[in-house]
């Protein structure tokens, strides 16, 4: 009999049965009425006019699919709902979960040593599950799109940090919304289910829905300055007294807190570690800390030279970060051990941004460097822009296209650089000083705002000028996109939504 890849020693009715993703559900269950319909085929031709044949009667897997009738019947307790099967004669539902939620209770019982007609009626009943559950996997694929599409769970987009999105801007926005809330904030918004999050100084957290109504509220009653991160309905952030806050979105609790002995200033991000799957962030207390994201507990650590106030990134099993004491520094998540680290020019106070792989960082004096990695190794490097100005800082996390590296300098100006030759393509004089705000890349335009609050909208190819707001308030901020929409947040606390005419 055909086995699970998971297990040896489970049948795939019982497998099927006991996942909870839906999406596994209907691809095992059309994968059962596939058995059935190549037994089915075999049996046809040794069916007799009274029945099948005693040669074929005993054959004891003929059309169960795999199951033993005869010398071995399967328990009780491992057979799933609609699955009835107490002896060779017994009757047999080769239906499934899926079936069941697709609404098919209409499809008759099956005898397994039946007649021809019998035969082929089960053969349409069969290939009608098949098709049942090709639909049902389509119609899943469909809503986990339609959902990715309303989530920016990461502060620059995704875990690579790269501040790009295949999401294309509104041609022609205008301001849908805006909603004040109560007190400054250093966050930059994320966005899950359409809900976008943030948490203000005071450390209150606010969810905002797809109308600007306020759906969501949790006071951590300390200080944050830290952007939050939000997997599987779980929002974890950074508090300024050290400690890594989970809280579940569904029923507003605290899910754990673990204490670090420095502040924490950046947004943590997730990848699996270990083989389990954890938060990554860095602390004051100069150490990366990798926690398990269910119950809190410490999985490792990694120290550093001084501050971790960047967020970390990753690339392929690799997490890379820099710090205050200018090295840039490699983990191997699938080992669990410290890698290859690089000595730059100046201190990072932000995080790198990656691309396949290929890493990009800008250190305080406004050098950005280009690193190839491989497998948690330093293939190469190089300076990719160098600093003209020993009085410059560079802040912000640069951008990274297929093609194309955008970062936002000192000088305000706002540079797009060909990665593969290194050249500076074209460059835009940003109005207003530049801050801690990163541009965020949409497909073929850019999006980019200045800490004296002008959002605007360029051609990533030639940087055209093509859209232009006035917030009237600092901006700090990175943007967050979703399908149609993109919102800024500015340091007072309030959030633009911006759309379609």
């Known amino acids: 009999m055909w086995k699970s890849p998971e297990t040896s020693n489970k049948c795939l009715f019982c497998v099927a049965h006991r996942r909870k993703n839906a999406h596994l559900q209907y691809v095992n269950s059309a994968f059962c009425a596939l058995r059935i319909l190549t037994n ?179 006071d951590l009653a300390t200080a944050v300055e830290a952007s939050p991160m939000i997997f599987d309905s779980i929002l974890y952030i950074g508090r300024i007294d050290g400690k890594m806050s989970a809280i579940s979105l569904a029923s507003a609790d605290t899910l754990w807190n673990f204490e670090t002995m420095g502040q924490i200033s950046a947004s943590p991000n997730r990848t699996e570690f270990g083989g389990k ?36 990134a990753l690339c392929q099993q690799s997490v890379v970060f820099g710090g205050c004491d200018a090295w840039l520094r490699i983990i191997d998540a699938t080992e669990g051990i410290a890698g290859d680290s690089l000595l730059l020019d100046a201190y990072v106070p932000s995080s790198p941004a990656i691309s396949g792989n290929c890493c990009y960082i800008a250190d305080y004096s406004g050098n950005v460097y280009e690193l190839i990695l491989d497998k948690g190794k330093i293939a190469a490097h190089k300076k990719i822009l160098t600093s003209s100005d020993d009085n410059a800082n560079f802040v912000s996390v640069p951008a990274v296209s297929p093609t194309m590296l955008y970062t936002v300098s000192y000088d305000r100006y706002l540079r797009a650089t060909e990665r593969k030759s290194g050249d500076v393509k074209w460059k835009y004089l940003l109005k207003g000083n530049t801050g801690e705000s990163s541009p965020v890349v949409c497909r073929n335009r850019i999006i980019a705002c200045t800490k004296t609050g002008i959002v605007s909208i360029m051609t990533a190819d030639t940087g055209e000028l093509l859209w232009e707001f006035d917030a009237g308030e600092q901006i700090t901020a990175s943007p967050a996109i979703i399908q149609n929409r993109f919102f800024i947040l500015t340091t007072k606390g309030t959030l633009f939504c911006f759309g379609k005419e």
């Open 40 to 218: 089915l085929i075999n049996v046809c031709p040794k069916t007799r006019k009274n029945g099948i044949s005693a040669k074929s009667r005993r054959d004891d897997t003929l059309l169960t699919g795999g199951f033993s009738l005869r010398q071995r019947p399967c328990h009780v307790a491992q057979v799933p709902q609609g699955l009835h099967i107490k002896s060779t004669n017994s009757t047999f539902r080769p239906y499934g979960t899926a079936v069941t939620r697709l609404g098919l209770r209409f499809l008759p019982t099956f005898r397994p040593y039946g007649t021809l007609v019998e035969c082929i009626r089960v053969f349409g009943q069969t290939l009608i599950i098949c098709i049942a559950g090709l639909i049902g996997i389509a119609c899943v694929e469909s809503k986990e799109k339609e959902q990715a599409l309303q989530n920016w769970q990461f502060y620059r987009g995704d875990a690579s940090l790269s501040g790009y999105t295949d999401l294309r801007l509104p041609d022609k926005p205008v301001l849908l919304w805006t909603f004040k809330s109560e007190a400054r904030t250093s966050s930059s918004p994320v966005i899950y289910g359409g809900t976008t999050y943030w948490c203000d100084k005071r450390g209150k957290i606010y969810g905002v829905d797809a109308n600007g109504t306020q759906s969501f509220t949790f």
């Open 277 to 312: 799957t954890a938060i990554v962030f860095g602390s004051y207390d100069n150490y990366l800390y990798c926690i398990d994201c269910s119950s809190g507990k410490q999985i490792n650590r990694y120290e550093s030279g001084y501050y971790i106030n960047g967020a970390v």
